[in-house]
């Protein structure tokens, strides 16, 4: 019984915290459960803390149930700072360091009543070398980067929620690799303060739960909106359905989800219809790449500086790269980009949201690194608010998706005919219904 | 003659050293041998580190010369990170805290030669709380803040330039007050990493230094942008004079200055035009006070949720109003603010650069708190670039002056007419030449 609890989803183990059917300590040791079982194979987690945890539910089951996420297990990516737990960023620069403060997001999870178990993998700096982490599904392959362990965690129901960060493609990669829901707000909707940044104009914190309600309802305490706690549409959504200009790339398993997506949702009522594509965005690929890369290169300009021998060769070469960049290159890049994002942001006036390509395809095999975030990075630069629906299986038998995009600053209505879409794309696929309990069934 | 060399420009002082004609050590002693003499009477830092400064200017001497600001003291707002000295953010909660790495802006400085005296005063986490720093002109006046330190050091010839940030009027009002150069870049030119965060959005790096082209050596090497190493600027600027919707808290001395800058910029060849006042800029203060006390009730949630008790009555309200809008609304003035940033942008079209009030005139006494915000709200709700130039003295015999706005992503031309302007600006008060060396008379 104490194994079934940890695949509780957030929403419904919230519930039942709250009418005291369930209490916090009971789900805090079945997620401990299943991490003394799994993690030796996942490695998930950089530092846990059990007995804090179990201390912590304890007390909140004790007390009255005030929060909003009262009892609730998660993960923080080790890009955030933690008072009481090592904050290493991924790096050897802070194997022992030790934060003052929480991340202000994580501190808002905890004023709510969620209940940190521990720290969980990120690559070097949210970058692109990869943690130890494998992917849940089969350790033969990534869990996709950078929000790995986040990922991982919750996709192999150790967590119901963790939360992550994207600069590239660092929430819906992982989430589409790992098969669960990722999503990453509209930029500046979640607070950063407390997390390492890598690229400011781009940096952007999220997070990884198993349904779409269940990841909607830390994103309403993150972002203050009640109107993520109820996620009923009953309006026909208007999709545009938009490939990517790296559609080349897209294997076949991705075409096929996308096709699959198309018919379904348009035999449940959506509008569907396909977006063109602007020949000038097969540019934004390495538009975003400059202009993380010129970033991260100040962002990261302490330890570039002062420690470049513990920085891997990759990342110092993009930092590098980064530093060869003018101030003048730069705010053109910028400007390329706001013109770019003006024109897509022109495009919800004839649709509600876009659906397009998470990935290339299935997550790659963990030893070739933590696979490519090309389908994300447009959407990054734009800041423009992306959530993976998981809902299809490749050759592999590894989990496929797509994003759904929305239109700036209107995440709950993304949330809203997320969910919708999901259960349909889920009940298409011969999956089961998404309650608060829907666990993605497993490859 | 130490006590002499304490007052050179940042960019003679540069010259002197890279030609060999100065050592750093002697700069350095110079230096804290001012900071020695006036300290006990000014209150600009929270810490010092002598030795460790004169090991590094030793280092520097014996070396050879290869960074842009090679052997130059400056100091450091204690809201950034230091590796070498504690960082407390001006809040009792930080008391002892002593921070794993430099913010990276810092570390942008020492890689290219300048070495850290120590660190400046800071308001309580850049708000309104003042600490005990006084205006260098008199000392029963406030030096303005949130970076009073830095501004009263710079003034004090303690140093010749220092770090700064802006969120509301932190930068240009203290500036104003002491009657130094102070520079906000455009918003996200200067990387922020490191630098405790207060609302992100509004939170701007920048620095002050006692001429424009001083601080233009700095935010040449902070921003990478080497036209800022070159002011010549032969064009006959277009400056738009921007009262402001606060016009009626302007005083005497203020509205004196204005009409003199019109009337000395004018004749030295400039096409000087009064800007319309759109009646709905009135909304933009209020608009800005909302903006910023929504995020940072996000970005301060650590303390405010778990160290309440130790955070000023005055912050506590401030976040606790924020904490109070909703998603919908800061959304709502997100908007709202970035329409009225398009027009301003607008305007541009037909003036290079803008001037208006810095602050409604000379420092308040120090016991009624660092003075008022309201003549930069709007600017940093907009992102632009503002430098604030002193040139006048108000009935008091304390400075007064106005600032420079140029267009976004401008900034090198906004320093470049600046340069020209103050020069102007100075010879018609009977100020002495800007040369690099140029110290504003003390009032």
Redesign the interface.
């Known amino acids: 019984m104490a194994i079934a609890l940890n695949r509780l989803g957030a929403l419904e183990a919230a519930h039942k915290l709250q009418r005291r059917e369930l209490t916090a300590e009971q789900l805090v040791r079945a997620c401990f459960a299943r991490i003394e079982q799994r993690e030796g194979t996942i490695h998930a987690w950089t530092a846990l803390q059990k007995d804090a945890a179990l201390e912590r539910a304890q007390e909140l089951d004790r007390g009255a149930v005030s929060g909003l996420l009262h009892g609730l297990p998660i993960g923080v990516k080790d890009l955030f700072d933690t008072?009481d737990l090592p904050t290493c960023y991924g790096s050897p620069i802070?194997e022992r360091?030790r934060?003052?403060?929480?991340?202000?997001?994580?501190?808002?999870c905890?004023?709510e009543g969620a209940i940190v178990l521990g720290k969980t993998v990120t690559t070097e700096f949210a970058s692109y070398v990869p943690g130890p982490t494998r992917n849940p599904r089969n350790e033969a392959y990534t869990p996709g980067g950078s929000s790995s362990g986040s990922a991982a965690a919750v996709a192999d129901s150790m967590v119901p929620f963790a939360l992550g960060t994207q600069t590239a493609g660092s929430i819906i990669r992982p989430a589409a690799y790992c098969g669960i829901v990722g999503f990453k707000p509209t930029f500046?909707?979640?607070?950063?303060?407390?997390v390492?940044?890598l690229a400011?104009?781009l940096d952007t914190v999220g997070g990884f739960a198993r349904s779409v309600p269940d990841v909607a309802l830390f994103a309403s305490v993150l972002?203050?909106?009640?109107?993520m706690r109820d996620l009923a549409y009953d309006a026909k959504p208007r999709i545009g359905m938009y490939r990517s200009l790296q559609w080349r790339h897209a294997q076949s398993e991705t075409k096929e989800a996308y096709a699959q997506a198309a018919a379904t949702l348009s035999r449940m009522g959506a509008r569907v219809e396909e977006v063109a594509l602007p020949s000038e965005h097969a540019a934004l690929v390495q538009l975003h790449a400059d202009v993380m890369a010129y970033?991260a290169s100040?962002?990261?300009?302490?330890?570039r500086?002062?420690h470049g021998g513990q920085i891997s060769p990759k990342l110092l070469a993009m930092l590098e790269a980064g530093a060869r960049i003018?101030?003048?290159e730069?705010?053109r890049n910028?400007?390329r980009a706001a013109q770019a994002r003006a024109r897509v942001d022109n495009w919800f006036e004839s649709h509600d949201v876009l659906l397009a390509p998470s990935a290339s395809g299935e997550a790659p095999f963990a030893d070739l690194g933590t696979g490519d975030p090309q389908f994300c990075r447009a959407w990054t630069l734009f800041g423009l608010p992306c959530l993976h629906l998981p809902f299809a299986t490749g050759p592999q038998g590894l989990p496929v998706g797509l994003q759904m995009v929305g239109r700036r600053?209107d995440d709950h209505r993304l949330l809203a005919i997320g969910a919708w879409a999901h259960q349909k794309l889920l009940e298409a696929a011969g999956g089961p219904d998404i309650g608060g309990s829907h666990v993605w069934p497993r490859g």
Chains 1, 2 share one sequence.
């Open positions: 008072v802070y360091h934060s003052a403060a929480d991340a202000a997001s994580v501190a808002i905890r004023a500046g909707a979640i607070t950063r303060a407390g390492k940044p400011e104009s972002m203050r909106d009640a109107r970033e100040q962002a990261l300009a302490y330890e500086l002062a003018t101030a003048e730069h705010i910028l400007e600053h």
